[in-house]
């Protein structure tokens, strides 16, 4: 689904802010909302094109050693990999992090989403209406309205909470009561407009789902002493999810890692892959300042709390720098830094 903006609206439905996540004109592109599963079938489909093997059905256990020859590693079932380096794109809860990095853990942001999807059809959208949206009330949170589907056919509602962090059966707990994530969703619905009225009318128990906010703390390396272990993405940094960029960052991650490493020797992978840590942590920094500006305006009783209540108004994004970087020319930088 090709979108241009994130419009931000009062509870009253009138225009509060605009946050561009695409424009053909501007970037080259158009914004693109589009499942997980959609892009990772499209992605196994283009290593099958460039003969890229990938195999399924193994599962990281430990480093058993690193040289400068290389990396070994164990698998589940005592199997053994052998490589020049080892990348951990491993999600938030990593266990290739353990390895540099044995003492890090996700940090729990007491934020959670609740969620549900219905057929677009159950809501009657004002002419030249702008999707996706957030309307916001002061007193009564956000709901977010975002559509699905290349046709748009689908939509999703999605409300914020504040919760206290739960265990893993906590976790499970929380995710099996529909009930409760239903009336969460419902409550205070009143006080928004027959949009956003509309939608949660449409919404079932069995639609609902959650999402608990992770974080990792900020780390001064992502590589091992011996430059031959190294995380991205979530492993790395876990950007927060209202910023909409967790996948496309695991991407740039990807591509700069590969150039720097291209240009290590065994003595200077360290010296180098510290280089692309730090000029990799600029972004991040500043996409993790994004992220407390959305949640505030998806959560506005934060800036009432005191938290980052500076970042609620109505600043001008200035996205060129996320959304047409030139991660070629970075990288010379960083190597010449």
């Given amino acids: 689904m090709e979108v241009r903006a994130y419009q931000i609206n009062f509870f009253n439905n009138k225009p509060f802010d605009t946050y561009e996540i695409g424009s053909v004109e501007k970037y080259g592109y158009p914004g693109l909302r589009v499942y997980r599963k959609v892009l990772i079938k499209a992605l196994l489909a283009k290593c099958v094109e460039k003969n890229i093997e990938i195999i399924f059905g193994k599962k990281f256990t430990r480093i058993l ?14 199997t053994v990999g052998q490589a020049a380096s080892l990348v951990g794109t491993d999600g938030i809860h990593s266990r290739v992090r ?10 729990f942001m007491n934020v959670m989403a ?7 059809n159950r809501v009657t959208l004002p002419e030249k209406y702008a999707l996706p949206v957030t309307i916001m ?22 409300k914020q909470r504040r919760v206290e962090e739960h265990d893993r059966e906590g976790w499970k707990d929380l995710l099996a009561d529909k009930e409760g994530s239903d009336d969460f969703l419902r409550r205070g619905v009143e006080y928004f407009p027959d949009i956003v009225r509309q939608a949660i009318s449409a919404v079932t128990q069995e639609s609902v789902s959650i999402w ?6 900020k780390m001064d390396k992502w590589t091992s002493k011996g430059g031959r272990v190294s995380i991205l993405g979530d492993a790395a940094h876990a950007i927060p999810p209202s910023s909409g960029q967790g996948a496309n960052q695991v991407f740039e991650d990807a591509y700069t890692y590969a150039l720097m490493r291209g240009q290590c020797d065994g003595a200077s992978l360290d010296f180098v892959l510290a280089k692309w840590q730090r000029g990799r942590q600029e972004q991040i920094d500043r996409l993790i300042v994004l992220a407390q500006q959305m949640n505030v305006r998806r959560f506005p009783e934060l800036a009432q ?25 970075l990288v010379q930088e960083w190597l010449a830094a």
Avoid: C, R
Avoid at 65 to 73: I, K, L, M, R, Y
Avoid at 212 to 217: H, K, N
């Fill in 65 to 78: 050693s690193e040289s400068e020859a290389g990396v070994t590693w164990e698998f589940e079932y005592g």
């Fill in 114 to 120: 609740i969620g549900a999807t219905i057929p677009t």
């Fill in 212 to 217: 608990p906010f992770y974080q990792v703390p």
């Fill in 305 to 329: 709390n005191g938290i980052n209540n500076e970042v609620f108004g109505t600043e001008d994004f200035n996205m060129e720098w996320l959304f047409k970087p030139n991660l070629d020319k």
């Fill in 137 to 158: 009330s002061k007193n009564h949170g956000a709901y977010i309205l975002a559509p699905n589907f290349p046709d748009g056919s689908e939509l999703v509602i999605v």
């Fill in 98 to 107: 353990s390895y540099p990095h044995p003492d890090i853990e996700p940090k």
